[in-house]
């Protein structure tokens, strides 16, 4: 009998040890699947068949996604592209239409279409930016522009929209020189003067101010238009996200244009917010950091 509860401590003194042996083999392991931190750096190294077995099973599984993510990520480059070379061959035919549009005999009709047709071509413009947001900063050159030849630049780009809605602009204090991607910031400053437009009363106006900061300059654009509500103002760079004046508006919005707005605020390093009073006024804010700053993004 007491030879028998010997062996049977010794048995269990066995599993308990190899249970706490196990335990610690696979203990980092588990941790890391608990945080959902990078596997590899917790991977066993053991020789055992079941050591063995699971740095197989994670391998494969590895393997397999990272097949799948160069599928998905050759796919998007094919679309981007075919994305990019539709809109450059659409805006032949849309100029064309402008030009045309300059022989009709109707004044009014004329101006309508004109009209219409600056509608296009910014929305073709929407398309190009917005499909190759998540790529884009491959193409971003950060360099020195003048703040007032950019956004003058940005108002011409609009000018017949500008003048059909009755908007008047207003340029002061913007000789200053920031670091940015004239390209990105362009699609921006577009994607702005745009809503100020949509959103404008019957006769707007949009004010463009700057200041120069200890680390950089602040760029303000401001419209005197239909504002926002109080409660939608932190959610104005939500993807998808309308707010109540955007859904009570004949031109709906798609609560897109705001969200690829902060995204290439955020990946040129600069920053963005919106202050607004509904019914009154609505302002932009965009920080441009001096060169210093920019170079130290990463730390």
């Given at each position: ?5 010997l ?32 596997i ?13 077995l ?27 592209e ?22 009709l ?16 071509n ?18 971003v050159?950060?360099?020195k ?5 950019l ?24 000789d ?16 702005i ?13 949009i ?35 309308t ?15 705001l ?41």
């Amino acid at each position: 009998m007491y030879l028998d509860f010997l062996v049977l401590f010794i048995i269990v003194v066995f599993f308990v040890m190899d249970y706490i042996n196990f335990r610690n083999i696979y203990k980092n392991l588990y941790n890391c699947l608990e945080n959902s931190d990078e596997i590899d750096s917790h991977l066993i190294d053991g020789q055992s068949f079941e050591e063995i077995l699971i740095r197989a099973i994670i391998e494969n599984l590895k393997t397999k996604s990272n097949n799948d993510i160069e599928i998905y990520r050759q796919s998007l480059k094919e679309l981007d592209e075919y994305i990019a070379k539709w809109v450059h061959e659409i805006k032949i035919p849309i100029s064309s239409l402008s030009i045309i549009t300059d022989r009709l005999s109707s004044i009014e009709d004329s101006i309508d279409i004109k009209n219409q047709v600056a509608k296009i071509n910014f929305l073709v413009n929407s398309i190009l930016y917005s499909s190759r947001s998540n790529t884009m900063f491959e193409d971003v050159f950060i360099n020195k522009f003048n703040l007032e030849k950019l956004i003058k630049m940005s108002i011409k780009n609009n000018s017949f929209l500008l003048i059909k809605n009755n908007i008047e602009v207003s340029l002061n204090k913007l000789d200053y020189d920031v670091y940015t991607d004239s390209k990105c910031m362009s699609y921006i400053l577009d994607q702005i003067i745009n809503n100020a437009i949509k959103y404008s009363k019957e006769i707007g106006k949009i004010e463009f101010d700057s200041k120069k900061l200890e680390n950089g300059v602040v760029l303000s654009i401001k419209d005197f238009g239909i504002g926002i509500n109080e409660e939608d103002i932190a959610r104005v760079f939500d993807k998808g996200f309308t707010g109540t004046n955007g859904r009570n508006q004949l031109y709906k919005s798609t609560g897109m244009g705001l969200y690829f707005v902060k995204k290439m605020i955020d990946n040129l390093g600069h920053d963005i917010e919106v202050c607004s009073e509904n019914g009154i006024y609505t302002i932009f804010n965009i920080y441009f950091y001096d060169i210093s700053d920019y170079l130290n993004l990463d730390n």
